[in-house]
């Protein structure tokens, strides 16, 4: 038995809440994008829906953290622009002006991202839920359902999204430390490296556990530890598909760096991005979990039904060969 066998042994099973189906089913990001597209007009009100529980996020990082940055460099009179922290000329106040842009950006990720996070974490509870019945098939009443969700799921949201808001700030933190020492002083410390590598490497574990967990909790009726358990096992399991999706994922908000691009991406995260975001998800994790869970789960009754079978059938011999050899038995006398 293979390492992984033992691992995926050590799982907890059962049947997820969603209709009979093939659970080998083929085609997952084809059935993903029929899904969004077939819906879309519902998925555009779930991502509106989604983007009130998301306006803290979006007013401090898209709003607020640019234009406060322009403002106290104008009041400090810095003659300094750029939008990585770059000065344009060597000017007297170019160091300055690096330290003022990157201790912005870092005291607005100490002090919103988490938060943000954490409110937000409430409004994907609802979205999930909705998304997840477009995704089995099953009609969807968008406000019931979307509240429902939140009803179900919203601890197992906040709690995950807490965690991720505590290491993406840690993440950022460090990023933005050492990109400040580069650029004031060419180097960093060793344990700057230190805490951005290992709070980067952190962060993309997480997203790899995130991946699978976030719709495990939405289609498992299994207590938190054993969702938590399931999802670790499985992300470990299909590392590499797993790794595949979410770099692709991924890429995409890498372009909100380039000025003119990034208020495409805002535009699309805004309006029906985020919805996709969740149809892909949750095709993938149903991917993971019929192929790991359902089917061992299955597997397992099975093997059950058979081994009754067997019992069956042997008592019903014994119980038959115990009355040849004892034909008055049970009779009265």
Known sequence: MSKLTKLAAKMTLGKDLGPERDYNERGRVRKALSTFGSNLKNMLAINLMLDIF??????????????????????????????????YGLVDDTVAGINLIYGIRSDFFLYFFTPSMMIFSIGLAGAYHCVRNYYWGVQVKILKHFFRGI???????????????????????????????????????????????GSLLLA???????????????????????????????????????????????????????????????????????????????????????LLVNQMYEYEQEQSAKVALAQKKLQTKEAAKSKRVNPRKGKKK
Request: aromatic share 16%.
């Open 151 to 197: 009803k179900l799921h919203w601890w197992k949201f906040l709690i995950t999204f807490t965690y991720l808001g505590l290491v993406g700030t840690s993440a950022a933190c460090g990023t933005i430390e050492l990109m400040r020492l580069f650029s004031t002083t060419g180097g960093a410390p060793a344990g700057i490296w230190v805490w951005s590598i």
């Open 54 to 87: 998301a306006l803290p996020f979006i007013i401090m990082f898209v709003f607020l953290m640019g234009s406060y940055e322009q403002s106290q460099i104008a009041e400090a009179g810095y003659s300094f622009s750029g939008f990585l922290g770059i000065g």
């Open 204 to 290: 993309l574990l997480s997203m790899l556990f995130t991946a699978v967990y976030l719709p495990t909790s939405v289609t498992f009726n299994f207590s938190y530890g054993d969702v938590i358990k399931n999802s670790c096992i499985s992300a470990i399991i299909m590392f590499l598909p797993n790794l595949i999706l979410t770099v692709l994922m991924v890429a995409p908000m890498l372009l909100i760096m380039v000025n003119i691009v990034k208020y495409i991406v805002y535009i699309v995260m805004i309006t029906v991005g985020a919805g996709l975001y969740i149809t892909l998800n949750i095709a993938f994790g149903g991917f993971c979990n019929d």
